[in-house]
């Protein structure tokens, strides 16, 4: 009963703050401060949305270019409703279509993601070079990234050079951070005999397995970003164990699975890990 009685007078102490009938100048005042405060209320909402942006945008470009793997959750959860690939090429170097919509299916299959290709930056200028280390590779697939990942999209960068990995004629491919892959096209050419002109063009299958493997990668295989399976299927690089995997640390161009771009059992359970 007391306290029915005291919260009536907190009621009426409050409607009294508040000024129903009081003076005139209380009465302005009621019907000024609401438009202040809604006003002031939009300026903190707006600056509060710039920060998140900015906050956001700075935390993508650091995400993006973190470790390998850094970006595997994102591709499967996260607020990323679609995966973006982002395609710069040197001139010569070109990807052919086909294996480019092999690799927006094998994405989709195993992220659950819309996915789609952006080639609109054009070509990179020749460099005629032989073949690159690493450092050049990549810096200058680092001076060709345009997008940067911001809901809903998540962009993946793919960079093809039209020349070798000087550390071996057989590298095709190597993801270098969380969402930057190159792709060294001669590895994957075949020539040719030179008595009938000998032009070299890239084996279209082995392309598509290229991206799809560094793909892999980026989605954290094999173990990368998420722990192994007992007993294990990776082999601690990265790589899977089984020779006819896509993950295989060598392309085996028999296997099914390179064939056909598709991860085996055991690595899809791992990508249900994340
Ligand atoms: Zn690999």
């Not at 907190?10 to 438009?35: E, I, K, L, W, Y």
């Not at 995997?245 to 099914?256: K, R």
Request: charged content about 20%; proline content about 6%.
């Amino acid at each position: 009963m007391s306290k029915s009685t005291g919260a009536a007078a907190q009621d009426a102490a409050r409607r009294r703050r508040c000024g129903v009938g009081g003076d005139g100048a209380d009465s302005n005042r009621s019907s000024r401060d609401p438009m202040v405060r809604l006003r002031t209320l939009l300026i903190l909402a707006v600056v509060a949305v710039a920060i998140l942006v900015v906050l956001t945008y700075e935390s993508n470009v650091r995400t993006d270019t973190g470790d390998v793997g850094a970006r595997a959750r994102d591709i499967h959860s996260g607020p990323y409703g679609s995966v973006g690939y982002e395609i710069d090429y040197e001139q010569g170097a070109a990807p052919d279509p086909t294996p480019v919509s092999r690799l927006l299916d094998f994405g989709h299959r195993y992220s659950g993601k819309l996915t789609f290709a952006d080639q609109t930056s054009g070509a990179i200028p020749a460099q005629g070079k032989q073949c690159y280390t690493d450092a050049q590779a990549f810096a200058i697939a680092d001076s060709h990234h345009d997008r940067i990942s911001f809901p809903p999209v998540l962009w993946l960068h793919y960079t093809f050079l039209n020349g070798y990995n000087c550390a071996s004629n057989h590298v095709a491919g190597e993801t270098y951070r969380a969402t930057s892959v190159i792709i060294f096209m001669p590895a994957l050419r075949s020539c040719g005999l030179p008595v009938i002109g000998g032009s070299c063009v890239a084996d279209q299958v082995l392309e598509a397995a290229a991206m799809a493997h560094e793909n892999g990668h980026v989605m954290g295989l094999c173990a990368i970003s998420m722990p192994d399976l007992s007993p294990p299927i990776c082999d601690g690089t990265g790589h899977a164990l089984d020779k006819m995997s896509l993950m295989a640390p060598v392309l085996d161009p028999s296997s099914p699975n390179v064939i056909n771009l598709t991860l085996e059992g055991k690595e899809v359970q791992l990508l249900n890990e994340l």
